[in-house]
């Protein structure tokens, strides 16, 4: 087993990003170590230090790539939501595990953006703890430590990610621009085992499906009701529910913001929040408090939303088509209004569908031979559920003729309303 003479240069503290070609190597092979001494080697990861690195590295603003709002955590849950979200149900392919998308296709697909710039931040990390952390575990672990940092609910981490040596297992996503024809809800051109509505994404066009779906080139059609279905079906694929789907989208939406104002990514520009590294349900708020309204990106290259009211204490912030597919249709939303009356069933099932994502797919050492943190790493509000509870929706007794507001409505009628439990224990692919 290989150690590192660089185990011991300071984390951090470079200016012009020099570890491009290590997050992603320029061979498009990398060194890779047996499962074996991978075993022993995790044996003797510091996770506490792991998890204390990683805090310092979310708030040391580099000049190569300056952190958000002073903080890097929107820019590591994109990493670690892109690396495991090419898994799918179909055949259990796809996943961290492997850290694949270092590697050409994945690296190079319109979603992985620079990505290799979040690659290239945490490099002195992974020298650092050599053997002992895999690039698949520092990955999804710096997607989990970036939600803790920033205020919002995980559950216990686990270790034991198989690097893969090159990204060869990704051809199967595609590596062409389009799928071959066959049936698709509204995306068209797409077929099993697929994960994603098109190669590229990693999973549905933010944009709103295809105007027409039997045609590649018909563009986006920006319309929520439309996407929403799309959602269903590409999350279903990824072995998602509704819950877990909504869930993700609104605790993986109060962090970050979009980077579009010129043309070399997706188009879209702005934060979902006025905190973008604070947990908040502010980007379920705004969207049943808020009028919204579609407007061109900067770049003029796509569609966004921004508030109908440009006096808001929103009217900085935008929305995705995507975005406001959760409040324009009927089990999306009703899940909107449960956890705008209550954050704290938003904490629960955010931590609970974070864990499913990161831990998706195969590339695993054996379930006995991963480590895992334990139980009292649960982070979370953990708090009297009224003390979480949106403003609008507390009982008007001063007033009984008073209308209640929209938001008030959804919330008194839909507190008794019971949901399936989410799954917190081990999932069935893992065992």
């Known amino acids: 087993m290989k150690s590192l003479i660089v185990t011991l240069l300071p984390i951090g503290v470079f200016g012009s990003c020099p570890f491009m070609d290590i997050g992603t190597p320029p061979s498009l092979k990398a060194e890779v170590i047996s499962d074996s001494d991978f075993k022993t080697a995790l044996e003797g990861l510091d996770i506490e230090a792991l998890e204390q690195d990683l805090r310092v590295l979310m708030t040391d603003s580099q000049t190569c790539w300056p952190a958000d709002d002073g903080h890097y955590g929107g820019f590591m849950i994109r990493l670690a939501w892109h690396c495991a979200g090419t898994f799918r149900t179909s055949d259990q392919k796809g996943g961290c595990g492997g850290a694949r998308i270092r590697f050409p296709p994945e690296s190079d697909w319109e979603d992985n953006g620079n990505l290799d710039k979040a690659r290239a931040l945490l490099v002195p990390i992974k020298q650092k703890y050599g053997d002992a952390l895999s690039w698949g575990d ?20 686990c270790f034991g990610r198989v690097d893969d040596a090159d990204g060869n297992k990704s051809d199967i996503f595609g590596v062409t621009d389009s ?22 994404l990693i999973y549905v066009n933010p944009e709103g499906p295809l105007n027409d779906p039997n045609d590649l080139n018909s563009g986006q059609n920006p319309d929520p009701e439309k996407s929403a279905v799309e959602i269903r079906e590409v999350f279903g694929r990824m072995g998602m529910n509704d819950s877990e789907t909504a869930s993700l989208i609104a605790g993986g939406h109060a962090f970050g913001k979009c980077h579009g104002a010129g043309v070399m990514t997706s188009g879209f520009e702005g934060p979902w929040t006025t905190t973008p590294s604070q947990w908040t349900n502010q980007f379920l708020t705004g969207m049943l408090d808020e009028e919204w309204e579609q407007v061109a990106t900067p770049s003029g290259s796509a569609v966004q939303w921004q508030t109908k009211d440009r006096t808001s204490i929103l009217a900085g912030t935008m929305r995705l088509t995507a975005d406001l597919a959760l409040v324009n249709d009927d089990a999306y939303l009703a899940l909107a209004k449960h956890w705008v009356c209550d954050q704290q069933k938003l904490d ?23 480590r895992c943190e334990p139980e009292s790493k649960a982070t979370g509000q953990q708090t009297d559920p009224q003390k979480n509870f949106h403003s609008v929706c507390a009982t008007t007794t001063t007033d009984d003729s008073q209308e209640a507001s929209t938001a008030t409505k959804f919330c008194l009628s839909f507190l008794a309303v019971v949901f399936t439990p989410l799954s917190l224990g081990a999932h069935s692919w893992l065992a």
Not at 139 to 154: C, E, H, K, L
């Open 138 to 157: 520092l990955i999804s672990f710096a997607g989990t430590v970036a939600i803790r940092d920033m205020g919002g609910p995980t559950n216990p981490h």
């Open 348 to 370: 629960i099932a955010f931590a609970a569908s974070w864990k499913k994502l990161v831990e998706s797919g195969g590339g695993w050492l054996p379930v006995e031979d991963r």
């Open 179 to 200: 799928w071959q024809d066959t049936d698709c809800v509204v995306q068209g051109n797409c077929q099993e085992p697929m994960g994603a509505v098109k190669v590229g």
